[in-house]
């Protein structure tokens, strides 16, 4: 029912134009009714009107029975229209973020694939269920520290192997360096505290873009940055490597340091990083996507600063923060 001349309707951001609008306000008004009568008073051609009534149905927002239309209640019809809508978006940008976090990787593919071509690229492709082997067959031959960028080791069933292995390494005197993102300290603190008092050396970032490990002249990422089950890629390409270790270096100089991690330092941590974000004026939906915090975790956590500071609104907490030498 596309009409080039009709304004826009506020139910455009459902799927709806404004001559369907049109048809459905002329339902609200008349229900029950039939399609022939709609059709009359919103003066469109019964096809139209038909076509309109048909898409009503399909999202709730209309009942057909026979040639009897009769409207849904609006305020229940829509609001569950609108929730639908609402999360569909939700996934979308989702979708788009995990997209945006694929494209290094992209990028490099790109790369690698165009022309002119060369020698091949040092690029070795093996099967996740591998990564155990891989890393300890890439640890025990190279020298030197050890770097790493985990953003869920603590999720995925290797995870657990490969922090075993690394605790003997760290035992034995290996160097490490590690970045977390900051959920790690409401997700997994255990798991971050376990290498820290092994004497690896933590930061800790928002977030982090993928899994990186650097072993000596080799480098291992996943051939998805945001995880899943995807091949590993260890790359032994002197200029990629380096790459890799650049990256490490930049988003290392980015982190915090984690000063210690006993007793209570998960959580003061979490809230130093919050209550920063505080004093910069990010807002709660801004601040949860950063941490990787529910909206409801993030809402009740600024409660708490704010009490235990004494401040009547978020800018007063920033600045009672900065004064007590918090942040």
Do not use: C
């Not at 459902?14 to 009568?37: I, K, M, N, Q, W």
């Not at 995870?159 to 409401?186: F, K, M, N, Q, T």
Request: proline share 4%; net charge negative; hydrophobic share 45%.
């Amino acid at each position: 029912m596309d009409d080039a001349s009709a304004p826009a309707s506020p139910l455009t951001a459902l799927g709806f134009d404004a001559a369907e609008e049109a048809v459905y306000r002329a339902l609200l008004r008349r229900s029950p009714t039939t399609v022939a009568g709609l059709a009359a008073a919103v003066r469109r051609s019964r096809e139209d009107v038909a076509t309109a009534v048909r898409r009503f149905e399909a999202v709730g927002l209309a009942d057909v029975h026979g040639e009897t239309v009769v409207a849904a209640p609006p305020d229940q019809a829509l609001r569950r229209v609108i929730d639908d809508e609402g999360r569909r978006l939700r996934e979308g940008q989702e979708q788009l973020d995990a997209l945006r976090r694929m494209l290094p990787s992209l990028a490099a593919e790109h790369m690698v694939a165009g022309e002119p071509r060369g020698e091949a690229v040092g690029i070795e492709v093996v099967e996740h269920d591998r990564i155990v082997e891989v890393v300890q067959s890439l640890t025990a031959r190279a020298s030197g520290e050890l770097l790493w960028i985990r953003p869920d080791q603590w999720r995925i069933p290797e995870g657990h192997a490969v922090d075993a292995w690394v605790a003997d390494l760290l035992r034995s005197g290996r160097r490490s360096r590690v970045i977390y993102p900051a959920r790690a300290l409401e997700e997994a603190p255990e798991a971050v505290r376990r290498r820290a008092e092994l004497g690896e050396n933590v930061r800790l970032l928002a977030d982090v873009p993928g899994r990186l490990a650097v072993l000596g002249d080799v480098a291992i990422v996943r051939e998805d940055l945001a995880g899943g089950s995807g091949a590993v890629l260890v790359l032994r390409q002197p200029a990629l490597v380096d790459l890799a270790r650049a990256l490490f270096e930049e988003l290392w100089q980015r982190a915090l340091a984690v000063p210690g991690l006993e007793g209570e330092g998960g959580r003061s941590m979490a809230r130093e990083l919050l209550i920063e974000r505080l004093a910069r004026g990010a807002k709660d939906e801004q601040i949860a996507r950063e941490l990787g915090l529910s909206l409801r975790t993030v809402r009740r956590r600024v409660a708490e600063i704010l009490d235990e500071l004494g401040a009547s609104s978020r800018f007063q907490a920033g600045v009672e923060a900065v004064r007590r030498g918090w942040i």
